[in-house]
């Protein structure tokens, strides 16, 4: 298995920026003085940033503010703002939302559990619906609140091993 350190770092998401709305700030002033854009245009920019940068930020994106602001952001911050505007904003809102959003930033943006930084595996988990004392569902469906960000390998594991999915079938050729 390659270790994460060496496996692609420039997939990595710059978490050393993570918090910090002062470099933010001085990002969007720094466009501001080399190019001449509406406050309008500055001010998407700085949501984007903020989405992806700061982790209390629960206001989601939508595509359009992304692809009219694809140029001033870099490409790991394209690729990872496409994956969680998708998840909080677009097509798959209603089985993820902001906390799924929520959930990665909180990881760093790396898997839970082997620490994977390159954002090309990772991917967001449903946790498991949660059942009472006599077997009753607590929840159903995708009201599902809370996510771990897994790499795909661990994200692959945790589904097969759930109990409720059969094991797979050998074909007849292996039996």
Not at 33 to 56: D, G, H, P, S, V
Not at 107 to 113: G, M, P, S
């Amino acid at each position: 298995m390659t270790n994460s350190k060496n496996y692609s770092p420039e997939f990595h998401f710059p978490v050393e920026n993570m918090g910090n709305r002062k470099k933010i700030k001085d990002r969007i002033r720094r466009i501001e003085e080399q190019k001449n854009l509406k406050k309008q245009q500055l001010n998407a920019i700085e949501r984007i940033l903020e989405f992806l940068y700061i982790e209390e930020y629960v206001k989601p994106i939508y595509r359009k503010t992304i692809k009219n602001n694809e140029e001033y952001l870099s490409m790991i911050e394209r690729r990872v703002a496409y994956w969680l505007e998708t998840r909080c904003s677009g097509s798959e809102k209603k089985n993820y939302g902001i906390n799924a959003v929520l959930a990665v930033k909180r990881a760093k943006y790396k898997c839970e559990i082997c620490k994977q930084k390159d954002i090309r595996c990772l991917e967001i988990d449903h946790i498991p619906e949660k059942v009472d004392n006599e077997g009753k569902k607590i929840r159903s469906g995708f009201e599902v609140k809370e996510f771990k960000c897994l790499c795909a390998n661990h994200h692959k594991i945790k589904t097969v091993n759930k109990p409720s999915i059969p094991p797979y079938p050998l074909s007849s050729a292996y039996q």
